[in-house]
């Protein structure tokens, strides 16, 4: 069983949390808005929560997994008897961006744009999770040989299979926009946003694109993505420029030309107005690009 206790892993190098994970009774430990620099997947074990993550709100409950970015906020309202588990792991520790091919959880589990940031999970699915908690929990209280590598091991078996469990609930052939027009401006408004994200920044742009009234297009994206065409614009620009931040060391005026910013000082306050922490002190607690130096 879960217990109660904390379970950390300091990274000896820089004395960071690399991975931990801690079990709550209650809503206070993310009551106010979390943007953390590492990844955050969260289990509720029982009660319900109002969950504000980005720009939207959910309705979560008991058997949900939610899953976070790091500096993706979140935080939950009007908590009722709630208690769970969180696994909250550095990139330092696992890079899922440098392990894309083994797991392929990111854009299906972190930085999808378009869809809920939880799944729902049957009881058979939870205790198979459980499981591997305990398992984590057991080995880091081991302290001997390769216990990274087998952490790590199991994390890759927990996010391999909440990825299969999404895809399985989520695949493309079950849209949720069955039939009629609107289903094609959907798909052509996701389209443009990866076409054209890097140079055109607004809504009438795309409204202008695929030739249909902003206001139009504006409902369409609040009733089938909980979100403003704003919103969705913004989240796939933040999250192309942390990759960029993350992944490689191109300066950020670069990073800022190759997103259409023609001023680097405007592209680094739309970062933290929008992360709430600048693009070097993005890089400087979470970009795996460090290494390159």
């Known amino acids: 069983m879960i217990t109660n206790d904390n379970s950390t892993l300091i990274d000896p190098q820089n004395g960071n949390l690399a991975f931990k994970i801690f079990s709550f009774n209650d809503g206070n430990h993310f009551d106010h808005i979390q943007r953390l620099n ?32 790091p500096f ?26 440098k392990h894309h091919q083994e797991i392929a959880c990111n854009g299906v589990l972190f930085n999808n744009i378009y869809q809920r940031p939880y799944i729902s999970l049957n009881d058979d699915e939870l205790r198979d999770f459980i499981k591997i908690v305990d398992q984590m929990k057991k080995e880091l209280q081991n302290n001997d040989v390769a216990q990274r590598e087998i ?4 994390l890759k078996i927990f996010l391999v299979t909440a990825t299969r469990i999404k895809i399985a609930q989520y695949p493309e052939t079950k849209n949720e926009i069955q039939t009629g027009s609107e289903h094609f401006i959907i798909q052509g408004f996701k389209d443009a946003i990866e076409k054209h994200y890097k140079t055109k920044h ?35 620009i933040i999250i192309e420029a942390k990759r960029e931040l993350y992944l490689t060391s191109k300066a950020v005026k670069q990073i800022a030309s190759d997103l259409g910013f023609n ?20 890089r400087d607690t979470v970009g795996f690009a460090r290494s390159e130096n």
């Open 202 to 236: 607004s809504a009438s742009d795309y409204a202008d694109l695929l030739n249909i009234p902003v206001n139009t297009l504006a409902k369409i994206s609040k009733t089938y993505f909980n979100k403003t065409l704003t919103d969705l614009i913004t989240e796939r």
């Open 263 to 282: 001023d680097e000082y405007y592209f680094s306050r739309f970062f933290k107005n929008n992360t709430d922490i600048s693009p070097k002190q993005y």
């Open 38 to 69: 590492y990844h955050s997947m969260i289990i509720i074990l029982r009660g319900t929560a109002q969950l504000k993550a980005d720009f939207s709100e959910y309705q979560v409950q008991q058997n949900c997994l939610l899953y976070f970015s």
């Open 151 to 154: 952490l790590i091991s199991y």
């Open 72 to 97: 993706q906020p979140f935080m939950f309202n009007e908590v009722e008897n709630i208690n769970g588990v969180c696994i909250n792991f550095h990139s330092d520790f696992f890079c899922i961006h």
